[in-house]
DNA sequence: GTAGGGTTAG
């Protein structure tokens, strides 16, 4: 039995596969060894020199499969980039197969719906898994849960973690990474918290997740304390860990934090890491930085790939640095070596866009080779409203609502535009179509960390135990402090809200401007600047008030919001108001 | 012991 193992080993090729098949049925042992041949059949739909094609072609042709055959095809179909066939062969092997389904079937099948995103079917299989008596499984179970996870239901996947009886390192992993990967990084954390206190050791997988929550809370001082971990435990002699943390002290608004790490790895940079950096560098606003580091790439053996392009047009967007964005775009497209993508066009028609040339941003749309997506109309209509450009935002908006987007900012643009023209009727129009079409809209909310402690704030929060004291300070930023500079609320954005009935969405109680006055209540060290994560993009009148809050209080803010970060001293943001 | 957890992106 164990004799085709070492033949295996020797097979670089699909011929020496060929070779080893012919051996196999010369022999009998195809016909006779059904659990040889299975273990053959699985190597040559997985391994690197197999080809799936052929091993179904096999499979096709084995009169009696065993479940080790059905197994060696549905994880090949599984892990190729057509999983779904995966769980089509996993259905008919239901109906059809004499022999059942084993523990290993309904992994691969599971492995197939996480992939395909196939929340249904993955309900089915584990009916199945706990029909067949697997639900004892400890890996089934680990990724009955990461199928849960990645499906969006965490509270399933949370569900089946607690009634777990034995747990392993690898099934906190896929809770971690499950609950970070759904936006719920705050459980992340205190998950990553417990695994510890009950005596579990965090590994290199475990540190990705955690590090991912603190990126997305910008929670820089617990991401210090995995950073520190991870150096104890050298798990960053993994570059895969070393790009995270990049990552996350980038997203935290730390730009030098992020190049130290960068340069001072310990093990080999990848193309990734690069990659990250620039991205690091872009979305902070160093954009000559991120140039230049693009340029480094290349001198130092790497070759720019898709995303590296992506990173430094980003790069360029965030800074204005239009020319510079399409020389690079134009080098891309003529090297040929990087064939854009939906992403790249939409950095473009922002980049072209935003510097008021909607000609060519709208030019770019119509003439792409690919089908335009609804963020790229998106795109453009908010170019379309910062210029007032009428004519573009209807079309723009009439491509939104064929394409069925039912996002509010959609028509909160439009509307704005018609608003900026008196245009009321149209103005009236457009909200009758929100009501209409039952608009989505997105909460907004924002993170602080205080000496390591993450508050969060909800538009119009009620919640936070601070409230009263909250307000206030925002009442006296309001009437004593910043009118005196001249503040004007800029009611353009108040449409936002007009035809909605929450009146503590108002304005003024926007998420980022709670936990700013949070932010000057907590913090008192006058040369600690004041971080906010926001989920979604600054307001052009939360923009005006955190700047002349930074120069009222002598007080450094940092707003990330959704796409950049915006810092703000003296009463001026570094975006130079162009975002 | 042939299975489970994982990096950059408008």
């Not at 730009?255 to 990848?270: E, I, P, Q, S």
Request: with cysteine.
């Amino acid at each position: 039995m164990s004799v085709l193992e070492p033949l295996l080993k020797k097979c670089v090729t699909i011929s020496h596969i060929k070779q080893l098949q012919a051996h196999l049925l010369i022999s009998g042992v195809f016909d006779s060894y059904p659990f040889t041949r299975a273990k053959f059949l699985d190597f040559c739909a997985v391994s690197a020199a197999g080809s799936l094609l052929y091993a179904r072609q096999i499979f096709r042709h084995i009169t009696f499969p065993v479940t080790n055959d059905w197994n060696a095809v549905i994880r090949g179909l599984a892990q190729s980039d057509t999983p779904l066939d995966a769980i089509t062969l996993y259905c008919q092997g239901l109906r059809f197969l004499p022999c059942k389904p084993d523990a290993l079937t309904c992994s691969f099948a599971l492995k197939a719906c996480a992939r395909t995103l196939a929340c249904n079917e993955a309900m089915q299989v584990h009916s199945q898994v706990v029909r067949h008596g697997f639900v004892g499984d400890v890996l089934l179970q680990t990724t009955l849960l990461d199928v849960y996870a990645k499906c969006g239901e965490l509270d399933n996947a949370c569900k089946l973690f607690d009634e777990m009886s034995v747990r392993d390192v690898t099934c906190w992993n896929a809770i971690i990474a499950g609950l970070a990967q759904g936006n719920r990084p705050d459980e992340a954390l205190k998950f990553f918290k417990t695994m510890r206190d009950v005596g579990f050791k965090p590994n290199g997988i475990t540190v990705l997740g955690a590090l991912s929550a603190c990126a997305q809370l910008g929670a820089v001082q617990q991401g210090e304390n995995v950073y520190s971990y991870i150096r104890d435990q050298n798990l960053d002699m993994n570059e895969q860990v070393c790009n995270v943390v990049i990552d996350m002290f980038g997203k935290c608004g730390y730009v030098g934090k992020a190049y130290h790490v960068f340069n001072n790895m310990r093990c080999r940079k990848t193309i990734v890491t690069w990659n990250t950096m620039i991205m690091v560098l872009g979305t902070n606003g160093e954009g000559v930085e991120a140039l230049q580091l693009f340029e480094r790439m290349s001198k130092e053996g790497f070759r720019p790939d898709n995303v590296s392009y992506l990173a430094v047009l980003c790069a360029c967007n965030h800074v204005g640095m239009v020319d510079e964005g399409v020389k690079l775009f134009e080098t891309m497209v003529k090297d040929g070596s990087v064939i854009p993508n939906i992403k790249h066009y939409g950095t473009m028609v922002d980049l072209l866009g935003r510097a008021g040339r909607l000609k060519e941003a709208y030019d770019i749309i119509n003439s792409i080779p690919i089908t335009p997506d609804i963020v790229l109309w998106q795109t453009l209509l908010g170019a379309c409203k910062t210029y007032g450009n009428v004519e573009t935002a209807e079309k723009a908006s009439r491509k939104l609502v064929e394409m069925g987007s039912s996002s509010d900012g959609d028509f909160v643009l439009l509307s704005n535009i018609y608003a900026a023209q008196h245009r009321w009727k149209d103005v009236g129009r457009v909200r009758g179509n929100m009501k209409i079409k039952e608009v989505k809209k997105v909460p907004g909310f924002s993170y602080i960390d205080v000496n390591g402690v993450i508050h969060k704030f909800v538009n119009g929060d009620q919640t936070h135990s601070n409230l009263q004291e909250i307000y206030r300070k925002l009442e006296e930023i309001y009437v004593s402090r910043i009118m005196e500079h001249g503040y004007v609320p800029e009611t353009d954005y108040v449409l936002h809200d007009i035809g909605l009935e929450e009146k503590e969405n108002a304005l003024s109680y926007h998420s980022e401007k709670l936990a700013v006055a949070f932010g000057l209540l907590s913090i008192n060290d006058e040369n600690t600047a004041i971080r906010v994560n926001k989920n979604l993009r600054i307001c052009g009148d939360c923009h005006e008030v955190m700047k002349l809050v930074s120069k009222a209080y002598k007080r450094e803010i940092i707003v990330r919001d959704r796409t950049r970060f915006h810092r703000f001293k003296d009463g001026m943001c570094s975006c130079k108001d162009y975002w």
